[in-house]
């Protein structure tokens, strides 16, 4: 746990108590009294960046469904810094009223990542309506507040009792091991001592090899990649910027001196935070 060494701080959390990305928040952050809950990624990543709040929670890729696409791009445009990360386990349960059965289900409520993450389970019920909703906390109490039996929301446990809900079936999603990466952004670099990851921004020359030359520098440096997302470069057609997680720190000469020959190397370099790692990631 850390605050980043800034305080006092206000947080700025994706949905509402009971969220995955609360579970993050409240995992990362000691004191969380000072936080205000966002409906969208964008109100979220802009309230950061113009210092409203001083940091941010939301996910950001999934181990199985992969990069939030929009996540990356936002966080990239509105020019906000990485100063952590928290790894969550996300065990999906079917939420319904006390009072429902299974068999009652008409429609279910959920964040557009639940319903990825549960797509096996949910093709059994193709009678299903499914509805997009906020988060998967706001799905629950969504469905609470509808007082319906033929409503069910999929979300987590904590959701379910937040907003009084029995689990109708339990552990949905197809991956039994389903972890979601939730990054801390903020207007300004991280403060923590400890820093071992890096994140950064390129655009390479549209050369053959190019993206080859820029991870060589990761592999001559001994800096491990954990992730690589591609991302279209708005306005020009099937050309893309790469997002890339590497371990290092700024701080050690090998790291600074990477950087550095990438920066001359790239058509376009931008470190987007250098932050302690969330160990291993794999912790529930
Ligand atoms: O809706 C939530 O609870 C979130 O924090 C977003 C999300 C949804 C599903 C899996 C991981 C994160």
């Known amino acids: 746990m850390t605050d980043n060494g800034r305080n006092p701080y206000t947080l700025g959390c994706f949905g509402a108590p009971g969220s995955y990305s609360d579970a993050a928040m409240r995992r ?3 004191d969380v009294g000072r936080v205000m809950y966002y409906d969208h990624f964008e109100d979220l990543v802009r309230a950061v960046a113009s210092g409203e709040r001083t940091y941010g929670v939301l996910p950001v890729e999934n181990s199985s469904t992969g990069g939030i696409a929009e996540v990356y791009d936002l966080v990239w445009r509105y020019e906000c810094r990485l100063v952590g990360e928290e790894y969550i386990r996300v065990q999906h349960q079917l939420l319904g009223l006390k ?3 299974l068999s009652d289900i008409e429609e279910v409520y959920s964040h557009p990542q639940g319903f990825a993450q549960c797509y096996d389970f949910l093709r059994k019920h193709p009678e299903w309506r499914l509805h997009t909703y906020f988060s998967t906390a ?3 109490g969504e469905v609470a507040a509808k007082r319906s039996k033929t409503a069910a929301a999929i979300a987590g446990e904590q959701a379910a009792e937040l907003y009084g809900l029995k689990i109708l079936v339990p552990d949905i999603a197809a991956n039994k091991t389903n972890y979601t990466r939730f990054i801390i952004i903020s207007a ?3 403060a923590a001592v400890r820093k071992d990851k890096l994140t950064v921004v390129v655009i390479t020359e549209h050369v053959p090899g190019a993206l080859y030359h820029v991870l060589g520098h990761f592999f001559h440096r001994h800096m491990n990649m954990t992730h ?7 306005g020009r057609p099937f050309e893309y910027s790469f997002h890339i997680d590497v371990t290092g720190s700024l701080d050690e000469v090998g790291t600074a001196e990477a950087v550095e020959e990438l920066k001359r190397h790239c058509k376009y370099l931008k470190i987007l935070g250098n932050y302690p790692s969330a160990k291993g990631g794999m912790v529930t």
């Open 138 to 140: 706001q799905s629950a």
């Open 188 to 190: 300004a670099d991280c």
């Open 28 to 30: 990362h952050f000691n």
């Open 228 to 234: 690589l997302e591609s991302r279209p470069i708005p």
């Open 99 to 101: 009072e429902a059965a």
